[in-house]
């Protein structure tokens, strides 16, 4: 909001009226994430509350609750046909980024012989995000639902810091405990990557090499000429 208040951004119009239909999505998209991943969860399982008093339990009937919506919503999202192909230049990215690593000629036929599931992906850090998320809401207390909430949104940094390093030591290590932990988000990866095809293979490769110029000199001397 205070860009829009610099004199300057009276000058674009059409700047501005992008800038607040993109905070609005965001919103909209952060509304909906709190909502059905922080909210909904913990007010269902307090259904069992007349029944059962133990945090233990509610901790678990919450934890699967939040599991069953992760996965209904990423197994939803790609039934929809543009985001199939959203997921298959997922995939693209994904054989793109293990040619490189592997040191093969970045084509889209060796890309298309490497693997599409990567431990780094993003997918991974969501699936890693929620099951640090039900580990530590396990500590925080049931007497309060409000409270409960009010602490649920508290401890986000923590669960992001937490997921990001995570992320960042499976990427560089390949042990048994990293196999192990890493095994859930490589699977949904399944789902939120799709096999592409060869422009999809060519489109991800050029991106590549764009993102990382200091690898392909002769490639960014090549486009900026």
């Known amino acids: 909001m205070l860009l829009l208040d610099e004199p300057t951004s009276q000058l674009d119009p059409i700047a501005a009226s992008t800038f607040l239909h993109t905070l609005r999505k965001l919103n909209e998209e ?3 994430t709190i909502l059905l991943f922080f909210l909904l ?3 269902l399982a307090g259904f069992i509350d007349p029944y059962i008093k133990s945090a233990a339990v509610h901790n678990l009937v919450e934890s699967v609750i939040k599991l069953v919506i992760f996965f209904a919503y990423m197994i939803l999202c790609s039934k929809q046909k543009d985001i199939y192909r ?3 230049y997922h995939g693209a990215e994904h054989k793109s980024v293990a040619c490189f690593e592997k040191g093969l000629p970045l084509t889209p036929e060796n890309a298309a012989a490497c693997t599409r599931f990567h431990p780094r992906c993003g997918t991974s850090f969501m699936f ?5 998320s039900i580990i530590v809401n396990s500590f925080l207390t049931w007497d ?3 409270l409960r909430f009010g602490l649920k ?9 937490l997921g990001f390093e995570f992320i ?3 990427g560089s290590h390949n042990n048994l405990f990293v196999k192990i932990l890493s095994a859930p988000g490589l699977w949904m990866q399944r789902i939120t990557t799709r096999e592409p095809d060869l422009t999809q293979l060519e489109v991800a490769l050029e991106a590549l090499k764009n993102a990382i110029p200091e690898e392909f000199s002769e490639h960014h001397d090549i486009e900026c000429e």
């Not at 890693?128 to 640090?132: E, G, R, S």
């Open 30 to 32: 952060l509304g909906l």
């Open 41 to 43: 969860p913990t007010f």
């Open 86 to 88: 959203v997921f298959q």
């Open 128 to 132: 890693v995000m929620l099951i640090i």
């Open 144 to 146: 309060n639902v409000w």
């Open 153 to 161: 949104i508290l401890t986000i940094p923590v669960i992001v810091g």
């Open 168 to 170: 960042r030591y499976a």
